[in-house]
């Protein structure tokens, strides 16, 4: 099993950027995919963006594709999401997620693939 904590959320403006960061303990830091979704009230939670095991492969939702990265740094088990030009669209609570194919340059697509999810952080935007 794997632990995260997600952090770096919090309430911003349109415009503005955060970086969110998720810190992976149990296991080796890179050994898995992970995952970025979100979740706003009333909706289902979705796939913001996500990255391989060996971190070759990315992908994001289309709404975020330009403003949105996501990044290892594997020395620190830590993924990040680095959120740019924010819109209040963008408001959700952010979770980190886990899941592990042999194929080190999957990258897994729905939710019921990943098997560990952090606690998640609050992210606000107004206009």
């Known amino acids: 099993q794997v632990h995260l904590v997600e952090s770096g959320g919090g309430a911003v403006q349109a415009g503005d950027s955060l970086r969110l960061s998720c810190v992976a303990s149990g296991r080796n830091g890179a050994d898995y995919i992970v995952g970025w979704f979100r979740q706003a009230p009333g909706k289902e939670r979705d796939l913001v963006a996500a990255i391989s095991r060996n971190n070759f492969n990315t992908w994001y939702q289309s709404s975020v594709k330009g403003r949105f990265t996501v990044s290892r740094d594997v020395a620190k088990s830590t993924v990040y999401l680095q959120m740019n030009s924010l819109r209040p669209e963008d408001a959700a609570v952010y979770f980190c997620?886990?899941?592990?194919?042999?194929?080190?340059?999957?990258?897994?697509?729905?939710?019921?693939?990943?098997?560990?999810w952090g606690q998640g952080t609050q992210v606000s935007v107004s206009s």
């Open positions: 997620a886990v899941g592990f194919r042999f194929n080190a340059g999957l990258i897994l697509r729905d939710a019921s693939d990943y098997s560990d």
